[in-house]
């Protein structure tokens, strides 16, 4: 069974994949960022494992079909982030905190990173037509009503 600690490595390992990410440490915790927008902050304490993620599609169910989440404190709960507690015996599900991860890493990055991530960018499109300066034109000619 692993522990905590390396629980909390693969999940510095999973959030480190995503494109433009990096690792910071505010208030002495692992903090994951995309272009400096935080999507995961996991710590490992003598209490257990914390994970914090922003969901903002499964949310709700996150936080009725498991009793090791809550909503985040300091107001955050309220913009969908929720946060996951692990005891030190406890076994945490790797694949649904990578499923997590994933969502927030969507919800917080901009959405060219994400574009890209799934290989959207690069396709050719038609170039746009090139502006022509404006150039002052004659009034035009009224058209003559035909007569009724």
Same mark, same amino acid.
């Given at each position: 069974? /692993?522990?905590?600690?390396?629980?909390? +490595?693969?999940?510095?390992?999973? *959030?480190? @994949?995503? =494109?433009?990410?990096? &690792?910071?440490? =505010?208030?002495? &915790?692992?903090?994951?960022?995309?272009?400096?927008?935080?999507?995961?902050?996991?710590?490992?304490?003598? &209490?257990?494992?914390?994970?914090?993620?922003?969901?903002?599609?499964?949310?709700?169910? %996150?936080? &009725?079909?498991? $009793?090791?989440?809550?909503?985040?404190?300091?107001?955050?709960?309220? $913009?969908?982030?929720?946060? %996951?507690?692990?005891?030190?015996?406890?076994? =945490?599900?790797?694949?649904?905190?990578? /499923?997590?991860?994933? +969502? $927030?890493?969507? %919800?917080? /990055?901009?959405?060219?990173?994400?574009?890209?991530?799934?290989?959207?960018?690069?396709?050719? $499109?038609?170039?746009?037509?090139? *502006?022509?300066?404006?150039?002052?034109?004659?009034? *035009? /000619?009224?058209?003559? @009503?035909?007569?009724?």
């Amino acid at each position: 069974m /692993a522990t905590l600690k390396q629980i909390l +490595e693969k999940l510095r390992t999973f *959030a480190l @994949r995503y =494109p433009e990410t990096h &690792e910071d440490h =505010p208030w002495g &915790e692992n903090v994951f960022k995309v272009r400096g927008k935080i999507f995961v902050i996991a710590n490992v304490t003598k &209490e257990g494992l914390h994970v914090t993620v922003k969901l903002p599609r499964s949310r709700e169910f %996150a936080l &009725e079909m498991h $009793s090791f989440t809550k909503p985040t404190g300091y107001g955050l709960g309220k $913009s969908g982030w929720i946060t %996951a507690e692990f005891a030190p015996k406890d076994k =945490p599900p790797l694949d649904i905190l990578e /499923a997590w991860i994933d +969502e $927030s890493f969507r %919800a917080v /990055a901009p959405k060219k990173v994400v574009a890209a991530m799934e290989g959207n960018v690069g396709t050719v $499109s038609a170039p746009r037509p090139v *502006a022509k300066k404006s150039v002052a034109k004659k009034p *035009a /000619a009224r058209k003559q @009503r035909k007569a009724r």
